[in-house]
Every structure is written in C-alpha cells, then in structure tokens.
C-alpha cells in the first residue's frame, strides 16, 4: 500500500487511489457515524463543517472507525495519542471487540489523559512529545507481534477521516477553497483526496500554529523535519513532528496548494468567536483552521465558497472560560 502512494507522481491519480478507499470505509463505518452538522456563519460567509460534534467530541472518530473494522475480533491493538485519536480508537476498540494499549505523551493535555484512562483502555505515558509516544508504541507493538494503529501513518486511517470530504461534496457541490488544521496529516490527506478527485477545482489550504509547523516547513525543505524551535501551543492535537517515513507527507506535496500559519492570540480569537457567534465549543486544532480562513476572508475579501472543518471540541472547560473572558 504504502509504495502505491509514495511512488505515485500524478496528484490526480494519488487523490483517484485513496477515494476509492474512502468510499469503502463510509459504507462500513456510517452506521456508527453522526453525520455532523455544515453551518453557514453570515457574518464571516464561511461554511463551518462541525466535527467538534462527532462522537467522541473529534473527526479522529472517523479514522479509528476505519482502521479497528478491518481487524479481527479479539485482537489486542496499539496506538500513540495527544488524545483524540487514542478516545476514537479506545471506543472503536470497545465496538469492535478489541483491546486497545495506548502510549501518551506526558505533555499531552491532562484532561484528554484523564479521559483516556477513564476509557478502557491500558494508558502508558511516556516522556516527550506526540512522535517520542508514537515510536514507543511502535516499537512496544513490534516487540509483541501487536497490531500497530498510526494515529495518521496509516492508508485506512486516512480514508475515514477522508469521509469528511465525501459529505461535503454530497452537500456542497461546489468549493472553492477548504482550510484543514495539519498535524500529522491524517486529517487533510483524507479530504485532500476526495475532494481533488471529485472537484478539481478546489484549493486546498493547509492551517498550523507558527509554534509548531512541522508539515509547513518539512514540505519546503523537501524531506521530513522537525523544528528545533517549537513552542508550546493551544492547538495541542495538531502539536508536534510526524513520522519519518508517512504516507501523508507525500500526499500533502500532491495535493496541498498552500499553507498558513497562525499565532497564539488569533487561535483562541476564532475561539472566542466561534463560541460569541455560533455558540460552539473548539479546541485549539479547529481554532487554527477557523482563524487562517477568518484572517483571507476578513482582509482579503475572498469570494466563492469557503469551508473550515472544525476538527474537534475536546478543550478544557477552565481554558475555554479563560479565552473566552480575555
């Protein structure tokens, strides 16, 4: 699977390879899927898709859906998580009959640590940020003959979160341009292919933090990296270096037109704004995405069709009062 994606040279053909993978897994993971909310904001003329209001509070539902159906019953799986990924994969693994280990950063979130031990699933933290957990795990599921599940690294993985996409094409035939918080990659990769395949036309704009812009700055070098002044960041779901050798870097090379990167103070603004306006609750990962799209289309007047995915809601309540009263 992997060489199919990597040695692959036609964006076109990598974005027509994985929507039929997209395709598969919408039809098997549907019956446990809320088909989240597309809401228009008037006053800033985005589109907001609302997978802060998925099961499990984030897209990373959609992904771990996928991956764990494919699985035997009765399979013991590992996996590495900031958070969301790890609470869609703890509960897929409770739907699928599976046991699920999951390796956590200890500089994760300390309320997305409580609620995955509270999750039935074995939780071990490990010292470092998002890629130090996910090569312990790795490593931990090699050493065992475990069942390894990238948070992102991962073809199945990628055609679930790419679901996404396949319901805003069926509910927005034409878009212009849609603006996805990066991470790993998981997330735009999915929608990235969709998307390309069934509206060429579409710009695909990549959103991270100025503190953490791994993606961003490994596209312009050309090869993986890791920035050596990273700081911390509110978009901790988004937070931190992406495997070496993923798939999603390359498939970001095809099929990502363009990145923005956002400060400190415009992430929680689209925060604040989301919550005064459409009394919705994000995280810091759906607030890098709404404040790229709320910086181009406040200042530049952008016309057409704009969508946001709004990736997940699993904020602290104290942080998010906190913001909201700045």
């Known amino acids: 699977m992997r060489e199919s994606v990597e040695n692959e040279e036609d964006g076109t053909i990598i974005s027509e390879f ?43 539902w959609r992904g771990a859906l996928s991956k764990l159906s494919t699985l035997d019953e009765g399979q013991s799986i590992v996996t590495a998580s900031t958070g969301n990924h790890g609470l869609g994969a703890a509960k897929a693994a409770q739907l699928y009959g599976l046991q699920a280990m999951i390796f956590v950063p200890n500089s994760a979130a300390p309320k997305k640590i409580e609620r995955l031990k509270q999750s039935g699933a074995d939780v071990i933290l490990v010292d470092g940020d998002s890629l130090a957990a996910e090569m312990a795990g790795k490593e931990f599921a090699l050493k065992n003959g475990l069942t390894w599940v990238s948070p992102y690294n991962d073809l199945e ?115 604040r704004y989301l919550f005064t306006h459409q009394e919705l609750i994000i995280e810091g990962a759906a607030g890098v995405a709404m404040a790229a799209a709320m910086r181009e289309n406040t200042t530049n007047q952008v016309k057409g069709t704009s969508v946001v995915i709004l990736c997940g809601g699993n904020i602290d309540p104290v942080v998010h009062q906190n913001i909201c009263r700045e």
Not at 24 to 46: C, F, M, V
């Open 157 to 271: 993985v990628i055609a679930g979160q790419g679901t996404i996409g396949f319901e805003l094409d069926a509910d927005l035939p034409h878009i212009d341009r849609v603006y996805v918080t990066v991470g790993g990659g998981g997330l735009i990769s999915g929608i990235a292919s969709w998307l390309k395949h069934h509206q060429p036309h579409i710009e695909v704009i990549g959103c991270q933090p100025m503190n953490s812009p791994e993606m961003y700055l490994s596209i312009l070098a050309g090869h993986v990296v890791t920035d050596p002044e990273a700081k911390p960041t509110i978009s901790d779901g988004s937070a931190g270096p992406l495997e070496e050798e993923s798939i999603t870097f390359g498939i970001c090379q095809k099929l990502v037109d363009r990145f923005i990167l956002v400060s400190e103070e415009e992430i929680k603004s689209a925060i």
């Open 18 to 60: 994985i929507s039929s993978h997209i395709t598969a897994a919408y039809h098997r993971i549907n019956p446990h899927l809320i088909r989240t909310r597309l809401i228009k904001d008037d006053e800033s003329g985005l589109w907001l898709k609302c997978e802060n209001e998925q099961t499990t509070g984030s897209f990373k």
